[in-house]
């Protein structure tokens, strides 16, 4: 059941113009106990209207979260928008 619930959400949720500044978060199903389902997923959000990556969030400092897997991002932007190429770089960082 909590599988279920985790499917319901989307991998990826991006504005289409956003300038990609974006979180990778670990989502949890929540139990009727109150407790986190050991099955989890990635999502990868992105929105125009956030400034800063805990904008998107919702708490902290994007320092304070240390550096995304952008390979783990890349993929799932690249299964939800097959007509794009995609890519990423650490370089500047």
């Not at 991006?14 to 389902?37: E, M, N, Q, T, W």
């Not at 400034?51 to 998107?56: G, L, P, Q, R």
């Amino acid at each position: 059941m909590a599988a279920a619930k985790l499917t319901q959400i989307p991998d990826v949720d991006i504005d289409c113009d956003s300038d990609f500044k974006y979180v990778l978060i670990r989502v949890h199903a929540g139990l009727p106990s109150g407790a986190l389902a050991r099955e989890s997923k990635e999502i990868m959000s992105s929105y125009r209207w956030a400034e800063y990556h805990s904008d998107v969030y919702g708490q902290g400092y994007s320092m304070g979260y240390g550096r995304a897997q952008h390979s783990v991002s890349t993929e799932k932007i690249k299964a939800r928008y097959l007509d794009y190429e995609i890519t990423w770089a650490n370089d500047g960082f």
